[in-house]
Each structure stands twice: as structure tokens, then as C-alpha cells.
């Protein structure tokens, strides 16, 4: 199995940028379909931005055209680049990984089978 660990989060003023990672280890990060979701105080987690194991992305409509998913396998990293960002973007972002066959972009929380810890994102106004 895989062993996720998120870093990269912190305060930032709205309309700032940050990038948060999610390193891996156990195994390769290429397995895996990989996602990103965030969670906000007294709300459900949600879906962010996933990548396939074809590279497939997708993306919230909450985020489309400021945040970027990416991999890197030689460095079995997932990142997630947040640009112009908002004091909604404000949560815990957790990175997953979905053993779920397919080339499609998984979205749905419950088809992640391992999750990091999570790393705090926090926007100012």
C-alpha cells in the first residue's frame, strides 16, 4: 500500500498563491488514480482536482482555471499549484489515492482507498 504525507500549506492573503505536495512512498505514485479534496470547518470534504493514471485532470468548478494538478514520478510527488486564491479556498486539503481501475479522473471520495493527513490552507481577506 501507499503511505501519503501533505505539506506546503499555510496563511496566505487572497489573490496570493500556494503550492501544497503530497509525497508518497510504498509505492509509485503512477499506480494510482490521485486526487485532491478539501475540507472546510462544519462542511463536507470535496472534491478538488484528480488526475488519472493516464494524466487525465479534472477539476471543481470552484477551482477551474486557478489551481493546477500535477505529478511528478521521479519524485513520486502529487502537487497542487492555488492560484488567485479566495478566503473560501480556505480548508484542510487532503491528497488520496484510488486503486479503481479505468483511465477516468476519480471524484467521488469513497473510490479513494488511502489518504495523507491533511495540510491546512488558510486566505486572508
Known amino acids: 500500500q501507499v503511505q501519503l504525507v501533505e505539506s506546503g500549506g499555510g496563511l496566505v492573503q487572497a489573490g496570493g498563491s500556494l503550492r501544497v505536495s503530497c509525497a508518497a512512498s510504498?509505492?509509485?505514485?503512477?499506480?494510482?488514480?490521485m486526487g485532491w479534496f478539501r475540507q472546510a470547518p462544519k462542511k463536507e470534504r470535496e472534491f478538488v482536482a484528480g488526475?488519472?493514471?493516464?494524466?487525465?485532470?479534472r477539476y471543481s468548478d470552484s477551482v477551474k482555471g486557478r489551481y493546477t494538478i500535477s505529478r511528478d514520478n521521479t519524485k513520486n510527488t502529487l502537487y497542487l499549484q492555488m492560484n488567485s486564491l479566495k478566503p473560501e479556498d480556505t480548508a484542510v486539503y487532503y491528497c488520496?489515492?484510488?486503486?479503481?481501475?479505468?483511465?477516468?479522473?476519480?471524484?467521488?471520495?469513497?473510490?479513494?482507498?488511502?489518504w495523507g493527513q491533511g495540510t491546512q490552507v488558510t486566505v486572508s481577506s
Open positions: 488520496a489515492a484510488s486503486e479503481r481501475s479505468g483511465i477516468v479522473v476519480v471524484t467521488i471520495a469513497d473510490r479513494y482507498d488511502y
Open positions: 510504498g509505492r509509485t505514485l503512477s499506480n494510482y488514480n
Open positions: 488526475i488519472s493514471r493516464a494524466a487525465l485532470t
